[in-house]
């Protein structure tokens, strides 16, 4: 719903139906294009350094793997600066931060140091940050499965006793089967363990498709190359589903993938539960002031509809949408329009989180915590988007006070 008409700036949508007059909505598959060229490469924790350096190190990772997987189930003892707890062996007994609220449909997370294969996440680590988590949703998206981190986010949340809902994530890589391979096998392997009160879906694919389609020379996602591509990931999504079907669940865990919002292929979107569209306002070029409305409107004509026009009508979710706020540079810390900062963050979370809330609109908000790596590998704003700084200190902003 709007904010009072006397902060018309940031008053944001109330309806999800509006129209949107921004130009640069009507072009906003080219707009999703070029986010995409700036930002395919930079998700993939499993692709092509992996593959090269996989052969030498292979023996090291096995041991790290291990060694993180005993780490998992033990039970945790530790002093965070960025947590309290009464009992210091029990984390359930955490402070909760009055300045948190639990007004988010969903957070994007992944746990720090998780890029394979150098696999340095801890338990600990892992423990507050769903201890802070918790505070603000019941519900966390994961991208991959890689160093052990499905079975330390579970741990984590049996051991925080806190309502939480995971969606779990494999990141394939179209040139190489083994990372699907690895990370099925690490899924399939915590579900048996924890079981499935805290999985709420699979997610097979990250921005499969786009990455595809422009590797091979094209723009199109249900062009011959997009359904190429397709055919491939449909295998991983066909064999993702039978193995957890093999396990004669009592619960259904629905199986879908994720893409950035123009790049959904139709046949792999008829064979899913669901969908999870990327989309960010920031790399579309909008101002703060049309960014709620701009995600808004790109979501529901170019996501909710083409999936309602499907026979098995996939649900479709917003897998990532926030705001940057801060670059490493200073050529990128504008898009145009509008600049990273922490008070443009605060502009995006008081038009969109409440208002995509009483729209029933399922999204997860990119994200947890600004991730270091990024910062250093790929600079830009890409490490800046955090609501957290990387050592889990909140920003200066406020937290909107709604329920998810």
């Known amino acids: 719903m709007p904010l009072s008409q006397g902060h018309s700036q940031q008053q944001g949508y109330s309806n999800v139906g509006n129209s949107y007059s921004n130009d640069a909505f009507n072009s906003s ?6 986010q995409s060229r700036s930002r395919r490469s930079k998700w993939i924790v499993i692709g092509t350094v992996s593959t090269i350096l996989i052969l030498i190190i292979v023996g090291i990772a096995v041991g790290v793997t291990v060694a993180k997987s005993h780490k998992s189930s033990s039970s945790s003892s530790f002093s965070s600066t960025a947590v309290t707890q ?27 140091n998780s890029q394979y294969p150098d696999c340095g996440n801890t338990l600990e680590d892992v423990i507050t940050d769903i201890q802070l988590m918790s505070q603000l949703t019941s519900q966390i998206r994961l991208y991959g499965a890689d160093c052990n981190q499905v079975e330390l986010v579970l741990e984590a949340i049996t051991q925080t006793k806190v309502d939480m809902q995971v969606w ?18 690490a899924i399939i392997a915590a579900i048996k363990k924890y079981g499935t009160d ?35 990931l449909l295998v991983n999504i066909t064999d993702t589903r039978q193995a957890v079907e093999a396990l004669n669940l009592s619960k259904k865990i629905p199986i879908g993938t994720a893409d950035a919002g123009s790049y959904f292929n139709t046949k792999i979107l008829q064979n899913v539960d669901f969908g999870m569209s990327n989309i960010h306002a920031w790399f ?50 504008s898009n145009g329009p509008s600049i990273a900062s922490e008070a443009n963050l605060q502009i995006f979370l008081d038009t969109w989180v409440c208002q995509a ?31 957290f700084y990387s050592n889990r200190t909140l920003k200066d902003i406020t937290i909107p006070d709604c329920s998810s």
């Open 86 to 112: 009464t009992d210091p062996n029990d984390p359930s007994s955490f402070v909760r931060d009055s300045r948190l609220k639990k007004s988010f449909w969903a957070l994007a997370y992944t746990p720090e």
């Open 284 to 333: 579309a070029n909008q101002s703060i002031a049309d960014a709620a409305g701009w995600v808004s409107g790109f979501f529901q004509d170019t996501n909710v509809a083409a999936a309602a026009a499907l026979s098995n009508n996939p649900t479709m979710y917003i897998a990532e949408t926030g705001w940057p706020t801060a670059s490493k540079d200073a050529s990128n810390e």
């Open 357 to 387: 809330n009483a729209n029933n609109t399922g999204y997860f908000f990119f994200e947890y915590f600004d991730e270091t790596w990024k910062d250093v590998q790929f600079g830009g704003v890409e490490g800046h988007w955090g609501l």
């Open 29 to 34: 598959a080219w707009l999703e294009k070029e």
């Open 198 to 232: 805290h999985i709420a879906g699979i997610s097979v694919g990250n921005e499969f498709i786009l990455d595809w389609v422009i590797d091979n020379g094209s723009d199109d996602p249900n062009s011959a190359v997009g359904d190429a591509g397709a055919e491939l």
């Open 168 to 185: 779990l994530g494999n990141y394939p890589v179209a040139t190489d089967p083994a990372p699907y391979e690895r990370q099925r096998d």
